[in-house]
């Protein structure tokens, strides 16, 4: 068994609704299904009765702007209770002020949805190093807000290659130091949406950033995972490739 150091923890996110704006942590449970508290909460279309009928920013940007704040911890995981939306006002999260005013924006009924195992489009986790996204921007053009990748782990890589997370898939990331620390197993590439175009303080899209990743690289940037061994992971925590 191999280990081999690629770099350190960065930033640990996690976005308790899907689509709103992520929190940034110096610390979190990395547990089964994900970071504990990650996108447990989501808006659902009222009448979609697909497989994927939440309300995304790839369907109504705005939601970028949507801050949760306030967190209860009662259940073992945060858990938000209250957003802080575009116009700056406090809410519940639960209430019908912030159901109606979400309906209001996109046009049509929502309803808030809670499922304990999270709402994820592929895996639990996902991963991606701020030099794939200074790669991206350069060729796009343009200085990216790393929030636009929505990452629940950024690595900070001694390689600073574009991109070189692709070499990851079909092996394991282990976290701290030793071989015995959290980990997960990286299953495939991170295949981005139009979310990767809107920008994360102002909610407007550019589509140079999605064009450039389609160019780049078939439209793949940064990695799933999923958990593998469960345990608590730290910025600064040094990373390992098995």
């Given at each position: 068994?191999r280990?081999t150091?690629?770099?350190?923890?960065?930033?640990?996110?996690?976005?308790?609704v899907?689509?709103?704006?992520?929190?940034?942590?110096?610390?979190?449970?990395?547990?089964?299904?994900g970071?504990?508290?990650?996108r447990?909460?989501?808006?659902?279309?009222?009448?979609?009765?697909s497989?994927?009928?939440?309300?995304?920013?790839?369907r109504?940007?705005?939601l970028?702007?949507?801050?949760?704040?306030?967190?209860?911890t009662?259940t073992?995981e945060?858990?938000?209770?209250?957003?802080?939306?575009?116009?700056?006002?406090?809410?519940e999260?639960?209430g019908?002020?912030?159901?109606?005013?979400?309906?209001g924006?996109?046009?049509?009924?929502?309803e808030?949805?809670?499922?304990?195992?999270?709402?994820?489009?592929?895996t639990?986790?996902?991963?991606?190093?701020?030099?794939t996204?200074?790669?991206?921007?350069?060729?796009?053009?343009?200085?990216?807000d790393?929030?636009?990748?929505?990452a629940?782990?950024?690595i900070?890589?001694?390689?600073?290659?574009?991109?070189?997370e692709d070499?990851?898939?079909?092996?394991?990331?282990?976290?701290?130091d030793?071989?015995?620390?959290?980990?997960?197993s990286?299953?495939?590439?991170?295949?981005?949406?139009?979310?990767?175009n809107?920008?994360?303080?102002?909610?407007?899209?550019?589509?140079?950033?999605?064009?450039?990743?389609?160019?780049?690289?078939?439209?793949n940037?940064?990695?799933?995972?999923?958990?593998?061994?469960?345990?608590?992971?730290?910025?600064?925590d040094?990373v390992?490739?098995?």
């Amino acid at each position: 068994m191999r280990l081999t150091q690629i770099g350190q923890v960065r930033e640990i996110t996690r976005y308790p609704v899907k689509s709103m704006a992520g929190t940034s942590v110096e610390a979190a449970e990395l547990g089964w299904h994900g970071l504990a508290g990650d996108r447990r909460f989501a808006f659902r279309r009222v009448g979609v009765d697909s497989g994927m009928p939440w309300l995304t920013a790839s369907r109504l940007p705005e939601l970028v702007l949507y801050h949760p704040v306030e967190f209860d911890t009662s259940t073992g995981e945060p858990l938000p209770t209250h957003v802080r939306t575009p116009a700056g006002s406090r809410v519940e999260l639960r209430g019908a002020e912030l159901t109606a005013e979400i309906a209001g924006r996109f046009g049509s009924d929502v309803e808030l949805m809670k499922l304990n195992h999270g709402i994820f489009d592929e895996t639990a986790i996902s991963v991606i190093s701020p030099a794939t996204i200074a790669g991206i921007g350069r060729e796009a053009g343009l200085d990216l807000d790393r929030r636009r990748f929505r990452a629940n782990i950024l690595i900070e890589t001694e390689r600073g290659e574009t991109f070189v997370e692709d070499e990851w898939v079909g092996r394991t990331l282990v976290f701290g130091d030793g071989d015995a620390g959290p980990a997960v197993s990286v299953t495939m590439r991170d295949l981005r949406c139009v979310m990767v175009n809107i920008d994360p303080e102002t909610g407007e899209q550019d589509g140079r950033v999605m064009k450039t990743i389609v160019r780049l690289s078939k439209n793949n940037a940064g990695v799933y995972a999923t958990v593998i061994r469960t345990g608590t992971i730290r910025v600064g925590d040094r990373v390992t490739l098995l």
